[in-house]
Nanobody, 120 residues
Framework: QVQLVESGGVVVQPGGSLRLSCAAS????????MGWYRQAPWKQRELVAA???????NYADSLKGRFTISRDNAKNTVYLQMNSLKPEDTAVYYC??????????????WGQGTQVTVSS
């Protein structure tokens, strides 16, 4: 079993910055891609950014330049640095990871989500 636990979601003013963290734990053999998704009220969940185990990154076009994804493989943790936040960034942010465990070749796992609210 794999658990992904996000942290860092808070209320922040427009223009502010925030860093989200997501730590994976459990019977992990390898972690492949990790990523962040978000879901705003009344909208579908969308990809924010993803990062491979080798450090290759992929971003939603609309977020390039403001958001940066990174990971610490030794800590099984992925981060999302968010700068110049806007009210439209308000959403629940979810961590996602492709993980192989002792019991499974590869599985897709999700965290419980962390709320980010951008408001003055």
């Amino acid at each position: 079993q794999v658990q992904l636990v996000e942290s860092g979601g808070v209320v922040v003013q427009p223009g502010g910055s925030l860093r989200l963290s997501c730590a994976a734990s459990g019977s992990i053999v390898s972690i492949y891609a990790m990523g962040w998704y978000r879901q705003a009220p009344w909208k579908q969940r969308e990809l924010v950014a993803a990062i491979t185990s080798g450090g290759g990154t992929n971003y939603a076009d609309s977020l390039k330049g403001r958001f940066t994804i990174s990971r610490d493989n030794a800590k099984n943790t992925v981060y999302l640095q968010m700068n110049s936040l806007k009210p439209e960034d308000t959403a629940v942010y979810y961590c996602n990871a492709d993980v192989s465990t002792i019991a499974t070749m590869k599985g897709d796992y999700w965290g419980q989500g962390t709320q980010v609210t951008v408001s003055s």
